[in-house]
T-cell receptor
Framework: ETGVTQTPRHLVMGMTNKKSLKCEQH?????MYWYKQSAKKPLELMFV???????ENNSVPSRFSPECPNSSHLFLHLHTLQPEDSALYLC???????????????FGPGTRLTVL | AQKITQTQPGMFVQEKEAVTLDCTYD???????LFWYKQPSSGEMIFLIY??????QNATEGRYSLNFQKARKSANLVISASQLGDSAMYFC?????????????????FGKGTKLSVIP
């Protein structure tokens, strides 16, 4: 496979469930990102990992727990979510060299999450 | 204040015509990057075009071009010869930072997007 893949593509869970979202990039990038896209709101950055180290955490509730075991894989562990957490969760990766176009973020297809 | 402003919630264009999607930005950095992404109904964000703040020429990628007016802080996307497959949400985004202070600190800030509908 090429590019950035995400599984599952769709997820329905109850508020007491525990689930995980998976992201994998095949681009040789060293930075990976989680974004949340809610209806009628701009894309919100949640977490950034660079060389497996978390470098950004934008005041995300602790019910979202990221994990980055290596530069190619990124997980988002979910537990005791709320209905307002229903959204499209997008993963992205980049070289993150900060040198311009080469630092473009490439996105996966997203996981559409519904919390009942 | 919003860092990225897209004032057109929705736009319509006739197939084969050109269309301009507006984007204005706000930053005090001298070095920054501007990106446009396309998001079809399937959800994936597809990178279209990049413009660096120091680039003297407007960026072009196939049918996409970026009308970069630095003094006005605008970075409008121009799509020429629209196709039905161009119907999607379009997002303008900015990355601030001078690129020398290390990796991991270059967040993308997105606008709210413009929904483009191409009419046959």
């Amino acid at each position: 496979e090429t590019g950035v893949t995400q599984t599952p593509r769709h997820l329905v869970m109850g508020m007491t469930n525990k689930k995980s979202l998976k992201c994998e990039q095949h681009l040789g990038h060293n930075a990976m990102y989680w974004y949340k896209q809610s209806a009628k709101k701009p894309l919100e950055l949640m977490f950034v990992y660079n060389f497996k180290e978390q470098t950004e955490n934008n005041s995300v509730p602790s019910r979202f727990s990221p994990e980055c075991p290596n530069s190619s894989h990124l997980f988002l562990h979910l537990h005791t979510l709320q209905p307002e957490d229903s959204a499209l969760y997008l993963c992205a990766s980049s070289q993150d060299l900060g040198t311009g176009k080469e630092d473009t973020q490439y996105f996966g297809p997203g996981t559409r999450l519904t919390v009942l | 204040a919003q860092k990225i402003t897209q004032t057109q919630p929705g736009m319509f264009v006739q197939e084969k015509e050109a269309v301009t999607l507006d984007c204005t930005y706000d930053t005090s950095d001298q070095s920054y990057g501007l990106f446009w992404y396309k998001q079809p109904s399937s959800g994936e964000m597809i990178f279209l075009i990049y413009q660096g703040s120091y680039d003297e020429q407007n960026a072009t990628e196939g049918r996409y071009s970026l009308n970069f007016q630095k003094a006005r802080k605008s970075a409008n996307l121009v799509i020429s010869a629209s196709q039905l497959g161009d119907s999607a949400m379009y997002f303008c985004a900015m990355r601030e930072g001078h690129g020398y202070s290390g990796a991991g600190s270059y967040q993308l800030t997105f606008g709210k997007g413009t929904k483009l509908s191409v009419i046959p």
